[in-house]
């Protein structure tokens, strides 16, 4: 199981950036899947998450209303739609599948399968 996450990079406060995190050897439309972050010094923390058919979503409050999660099966790809980033949001973002699909949680100890992240560093 492989899930490599993409589209890190620099931008500017206000602007937009979509994340993309890409899975193999798992059909996403099985598992319900996760965005966390680790910012510099700090612990990782939940971000985004949705379920297994793309019903529900739950989001920390941090982002909610500049953040979008998405999926798209065919793809097998998972998406984090960044709006109106704050240099807050500056941080190493990972992808995460979690085998029980029906369910989303905020929990990093639910998911069973994480990639090696996308750096996301946003200027002022």
């Known amino acids: 199981v492989q899930l490599q996450a993409s589209g890190g990079g620099l931008v500017q406060a206000g602007g937009s950036l979509r994340l993309s995190c890409a899975a193999s050897?798992?059909?996403?439309?099985?598992?319900?899947m996760g965005w966390f972050r680790q910012a510099p010094g700090k612990e990782r923390e939940f971000v985004a998450a949705?379920?297994?058919?793309?019903?529900?979503?739950i989001y920390a409050d941090s982002v909610t209303g500049r953040f979008t999660i998405s999926r798209n099966g065919a793809e097998n790809t998972v998406y984090l739609q960044m709006n109106s980033p704050k240099p807050t949001d500056t941080a190493v973002y990972y992808c995460?599948?979690?085998?029980?699909?029906?369910?989303?949680?905020?929990?990093?100890?639910?998911?069973?399968?994480w990639g090696p992240g996308t750096l996301v560093t946003v200027s002022s």
């Open positions: 995460a599948a979690d085998r029980r699909g029906f369910g989303i949680s905020r929990s990093q100890l639910d998911y069973d399968y």
């Open positions: 949705i379920n297994w058919i793309g019903t529900s979503t």
């Open positions: 050897g798992l059909s996403i439309s099985t598992y319900a």
